[in-house]
């Protein structure tokens, strides 16, 4: 299994952008999906999480700006992010817990991350 992380880019403060991470493989299933980001010097921070379901949460400093979703049809995740602020400038990266079924084990995989910088 795979994650693949893309959207990112360059974008003014108070602009937008929206980030995916999909899955790839053969025979599983995500269950729950993250998207954690990290600036240079600083551990990596969990940004929001959705589960299978549909159920997020949000780090306080995203609340009420970002928005996680979920295709899961599509094995994919989304990450859109409005009213940017400089402070919101990271290497986003995808997580997520896979079932897969050849040895229906419980894993946990990452995606490579996507550059997101914001200019004041």
């Known amino acids: 299994v795979q994650l693949q992380a893309s959207g990112g880019g360059l974008v003014q403060a108070g602009g937008s952008l929206r980030l995916s991470c999909v899955a790839s493989?053969?025979?599983?299933?995500?269950?729950?999906m993250r998207w954690y980001r990290q600036t240079p010097g600083k551990q990596r921070e969990l940004v929001a999480t959705?589960?299978?379901?549909?159920?997020?949460n949000y780090a306080d400093s995203v609340k009420g700006r970002f928005t996680i979703s979920r295709d899961n049809a599509r094995n994919t995740a989304y990450l859109q992010m409005d009213s940017l602020k400089p402070d919101d400038s990271a290497v986003y990266y995808c997580?997520?817990?896979?079932?897969?079924?050849?040895?229906?084990?419980?894993?946990?995989?990452w995606g490579q991350g996507t550059q997101v910088t914001v200019s004041s």
């Open positions: 997580n997520a817990d896979v079932l897969t079924f050849l040895d229906s084990r419980l894993r946990d995989y």
């Open positions: 959705i589960t299978r379901s549909g159920s997020s």
């Open positions: 493989g053969n025979r599983f299933n995500v269950n729950v």
